[in-house]
């Protein structure tokens, strides 16, 4: 069991700046891909931002130029830097994590999903 706890959330008025942090512990033999995800209210969870675990990266159109996602291995950490906020950035943004666990000496892909940090972006 994979535990992911969210940081950084809050409210900032639009062209200000947050930066969201993800701690991921539990039982973790290695972490494969980081990303963070968003909903806003009414639409359905979309991808922001994905780090692989050799630090490629893609993001989401409507974020491009303004994120930047990074990743501390050593901490098993995701970072989301969010500048230039736009009210549309608004949502609860959800960190999300591939990772390889050992069961019974086999090597197990498993994902796990944090609980989710609400940014509000409003004047």
């Known amino acids: 069991q994979v535990q992911l706890v969210e940081s950084g959330g809050g409210l900032v008025q639009p062209g200000g700046s947050l930066r969201l942090s993800c701690v991921a512990s539990?039982?973790?033999?290695?972490?494969?891909?980081m990303g963070w995800y968003r909903q806003a209210p009414g639409k359905e969870r979309e991808l922001v931002a994905i780090?692989?675990?050799?630090?490629?990266?893609n993001y989401a159109d409507s974020v491009k130029g303004r994120f930047t996602i990074s990743r501390d291995n050593a901490k098993n950490t995701v970072y989301l830097q969010m500048n230039v906020l736009k009210p549309e950035d608004t949502a609860v943004y959800y960190c999300?994590?591939?990772?390889?666990?050992?069961?019974?000496?086999?090597?197990?892909?498993?994902?796990?999903w944090g609980q989710g940090t609400q940014v509000t972006v409003s004047s």
């Open positions: 780090i692989t675990s050799g630090d490629n990266t």
């Open positions: 539990g039982s973790i033999f290695s972490i494969n891909n």
């Open positions: 999300n994590v591939y990772y390889n666990s050992v069961d019974g000496g086999l090597i197990n892909l498993r994902v796990s």
